[in-house]
């Protein structure tokens, strides 16, 4: 039996994934673009960890953090009311740190492309470093915007191992497309499987395929 | 009057430099640096524009205190009234001729400036053209138009006309002369070339190896100073008559013909060699 919920709980993730991050990484990301010293090497490396780490490591972790039984989830449960752990908030927070390089590296490329005569023009002119930024760098990196949301929310939907560790598999709550897969393969419901997996190759092809699309149309605007 | 004391360790290309100069420019005059490659030019018009903190030292323009090392004072370059001219123009590609000069303005500002600008910069007609669709020379127009919209005391100029062709150099100085003086400004230009530098400037400072060789006028300077300019070109042709040999070597795009009768040196037309001027007469060298 097909149900509709998984995907659109994988569409809802995926898209509060990539609105949030891209708040958070581009400031970030204009942090890391600019001269280096050791702390900023160090968390470039922080980073990138969810690169190479298998995810299972990463939802463990923050299983561990997010539980009521462990000081953090205590804190929260305590104060806050929030309980991070198989909710769909929880899901998010992992999904938004699973998630960071995608939208990061792809602006941090873009900010370091640029000649820095165009910010200390804009410094010249008199513009703070938050006006040289959303009005003279950010509109000349289209491009790197568009492959950090695209690949963000690509990255969303193809979660699985961090997804399962902190959501678990609560059906409308946690139970994203991925894990049903996961589901439906385990009780043999090959029929299923097959049909989430379809959606969910079709939508990664059409992300990526608009992605190209625009990108090139950027590309050759500037050009 | 700007009054500056800058010392600063730099890295070039030869190794480690040490630059420490002193100078004061009086008000509404036109200096310019003129020094070899890696003497230190750029890294004094980048300190005066805040972009590069000098180790020691002092910046004052009129009573504002810039920079001030003992007194740990480093205006920011947004606090500083300065306009900054780049060799590679630095203009905004997402906004169109006007809006990059409209971005310099603040809200309240007059924004009729904008149309005198376009007017004294022969712009008027491209407002609303795209960056990436300008010339070399319109595109440094608009760099020039953007740099003094907010009316700076300082106008800090680096190789802007390095990169343009001569024609439209020369109109470019003339436009340079024109803003100086319509908007009493402070300028100092960062150039390697003689004919602009006597065209434009009051003063002409000589900077070797970070620190001032000589400060004097542009005539004095070319003509009596201890001053050798250094060009590379190659050869396109040797003309010889029974008392005299002609070498025609091609120089930054210009055709220059010297009489080299006096050098036993034997060229070959297509060699690579150095034109060396000793007080404005050219010599030709081997490579």
Not at chain 2, 215 to 224: G, W
Not at chain 2, 238 to 260: A, H
Request: net charge positive.
């Amino acid at each position: 039996m097909i149900e509709s919920a998984p995907l659109w709980l994988t569409l809802k993730l995926a898209f509060f994934t990539t609105l949030i991050l891209f708040f958070v990484a581009t400031p970030l990301a204009n942090w890391l673009a600019s001269k280096k010293n050791i702390f900023k090497t160090i968390a470039e490396v922080i980073v990138s960890m969810p690169l190479v780490l298998p995810p299972s490591v990463i939802g463990f972790y923050m299983l561990l953090a997010f539980s009521p039984g462990n000081a953090f989830g205590e804190f929260l449960e305590k104060y806050f009311s929030v309980k991070l752990v198989f909710s769909f908030e929880g899901l998010l927070i992992a999904s938004i740190i699973y998630s960071l390089p995608f939208m990061v590296h792809p602006i941090q490329s873009g900010l370091s492309s640029l000649s820095p005569s165009l910010k200390e023009a804009s410094y010249s002119l008199g513009k703070t470093k938050w006006q040289t930024l959303i009005k003279v760098l950010l509109p000349n990196i289209k491009s790197s915007l568009l492959t950090g949301i695209v690949l963000t929310f690509a990255h969303t939907v193809g979660e699985f191992g961090v997804v399962l560790m902190i959501g678990g598999n609560i059906p409308g709550k946690t139970r994203t497309a991925s894990v049903a897969i996961y589901d439906e393969v385990e009780a043999f419901n090959y029929h299923s499987a097959n049909v989430y997996a379809v959606i969910l190759i079709v939508l990664s092809f059409l992300i990526l395929f608009i992605m190209y699309l625009l990108n090139r149309k950027i590309q050759v605007k500037y050009l | 009057m700007i009054d500056f004391a800058l010392q600063k360790k730099l890295h070039t290309a030869d190794g480690e430099m040490y630059l420490q100069i002193k100078l004061q420019i009086e008000s509404r005059k036109f200096v310019s640096l003129y020094g070899s490659s890696g003497a230190g030019k750029t890294s004094v018009l980048r300190m005066l524009a805040g972009f590069m903190k000098p180790d020691n030292g002092c910046i004052k323009m009129n009573d504002a205190v810039w920079f001030d090392a003992s007194k740990r004072i480093n205006m920011q370059p947004q606090q500083r009234s300065i306009g900054f001219v780049f060799q590679d123009y630095a203009l905004f590609p997402n906004m169109n001729v006007r809006q990059n000069i409209v971005f310099a303005l603040n809200k309240n500002a007059d924004k009729n400036i904008v149309d005198e600008l376009l007017e004294l910069t022969g712009l008027t007609m491209l407002a609303s053209r795209k960056i990436e669709t300008l010339s070399g020379g319109q595109k440094q127009r608009v760099a020039l138009a953007r740099a003094i919209a907010k009316k700076p005391s300082l106008l800090l100029l680096d190789e802007p006309l390095s990169a343009i062709d001569n024609t439209m150099r020369a109109q470019l100085q003339t436009t340079l002369l024109q803003v100086h003086e319509r908007f009493n400004l402070t300028t100092i230009l960062v150039s390697h070339d003689m004919d602009e530098i006597i065209k434009l400037s009051d003063t002409v400072i000589h900077l070797e190896h970070g620190t001032i060789q000589q400060s004097t006028t542009p005539a004095e300077f070319f003509m009596h100073g201890n001053n050798t300019q250094v060009l590379t070109g190659n050869i396109i042709s040797i003309e010889e008559n029974e008392t005299q040999t002609f070498t025609i070597v091609l120089l930054n795009n210009r055709m220059l013909k010297i009489n080299s009768t006096e050098h036993d040196v034997n060229f070959i037309v297509g060699e690579k060699v150095e034109v060396v001027y000793r007080n404005t007469v050219p010599v030709i060298r081997k490579l």
